[in-house]
């Protein structure tokens, strides 16, 4: 898959100047790094991707040999944009998470109390901060350069009916310091 980019970069005078980012890339399902991408590049992607739409997303999913590892899709930009906490819905592939999240982000940008009123019967919590400074929002991160202070990210929690009777109990709970996608202890109970 062939991609460009139009990125600008700013002056010590404010001036912007267009730059254009180009390249290949062999796999449509992979991030630009992992694709053969520079740091740079994908970090530009996301500040234009955040200065076009206010937030950008970083998806994660597993490799090819590990099937059943961990999913999960953050935002960056939604606190620099909207003063908005950044979300991150676990345990969803990246295609159904970044469809629901980017519905989110549009509730958020016209305003929209997500915690009261949303199309997707979801609810949030707060991440625990031993999650803030991890691989989850490594992505986010490397665009400010630090990590999210407490109560800046908050997890999506999809309604139990989202999932099957089983999968709906493994649900992986940021609020808690010991749960982590893709982790054996992942989930609101202690079922395996």
Known sequence: MRYRVQVFLVDDFGERWPEIV?????????????????????????????????????????????????????????????????????????????????????????GRDITKDNRLGCTFRDVHPAHLDSELLAAWFNNYGYPPAPGQVWQVVLPDAAYCAVHAVLQTDLSRADHFPGSVNSGPTDLL
């Open 22 to 110: 180009t390249g290949e890339r062999d796999h449509d399902d992979m991030c630009s790094i992992c694709d053969g991408g520079t740091f740079e590049e994908s970090r530009r992607f996301i500040e234009l991707t955040i200065i076009d739409y206010g937030w950008a997303l970083r998806g994660v999913h597993p490799a090819a040999d590990d099937p059943d590892g961990a999913h999960w899709t953050h935002t960056i930009g939604l606190l620099e944009s909207f003063n908005h906490p950044e979300l991150v819905l676990t345990d969803v592939e990246y295609e159904t998470a970044g469809a629901l999240v980017n519905e989110l982000g549009e509730d958020i940008r016209a």
